[in-house]
C-alpha cells in the first residue's frame, strides 16, 4: 500500500522555523511528483510546495516564495519542507500528498493521488 506521512510540525514563534518531513513508501514509478499542501483554521486546502522525483523541479505559491524550500531524498524516499522566516498566517495543518499520473508538478489537489495525514504548525505572533 502506498503511505506518506509527514512529521515536523509543532509551535514556533512569529520569525522562527520548521523543517516538515513526508515519508513515503509503498510504490515504484519512474516519475512522480510530491506535494505540500495546508489548510488554515476556517479555510480551504492551499497547495503550498511541490518537487519532482525526475529532475528536482519544484514550485512554490507565492506567499512563501523566499520562506519556504522543498526537497527531495530518494535514497530516503523523504521530501522536505525547510519553513523559514514562519509568520501567523502559515498556521495550518500541512499535508503531503503523491501524485503519480503525470509527473509534472501541480498545486491543485485534484491532481494527486495518495495523502497522508497532517502535522500541524503553529506560529504563535
Known amino acids: 500500500d502506498v503511505q506518506l506521512q509527514a512529521s515536523g510540525g509543532g509551535l514556533v514563534q512569529t520569525g522562527g522555523s520548521l523543517r516538515l518531513s513526508c515519508a513515503t513508501s509503498?510504490?515504484?514509478?519512474?516519475?512522480?511528483?510530491v506535494g505540500w499542501f495546508r489548510r488554515a483554521p476556517g479555510k480551504g486546502r492551499e497547495g503550498v510546495s511541490c518537487v519532482e522525483s525526475s529532475d528536482g523541479s519544484t514550485i512554490y505559491t507565492d506567499s512563501v516564495k523566499g520562506r519556504f524550500t522543498i526537497s527531495s531524498d530518494n535514497a530516503k524516499n523523504t521530501v522536505y519542507l525547510q519553513m523559514n522566516n514562519l509568520k501567523p498566517e502559515d498556521t495550518a495543518v500541512y499535508y503531503c500528498?503523491?501524485?503519480?499520473?503525470?509527473?509534472?508538478?501541480?498545486?491543485?489537489?485534484?491532481?494527486?493521488?495518495?495523502w497522508g495525514k497532517g502535522t500541524l504548525v503553529t506560529v504563535s505572533s
Open positions: 500528498a503523491l501524485k503519480i499520473i503525470g509527473l509534472s508538478c501541480s498545486l491543485y489537489d485534484f491532481e494527486y493521488d495518495y
Open positions: 509503498g510504490f515504484t514509478v519512474d516519475g512522480y511528483a
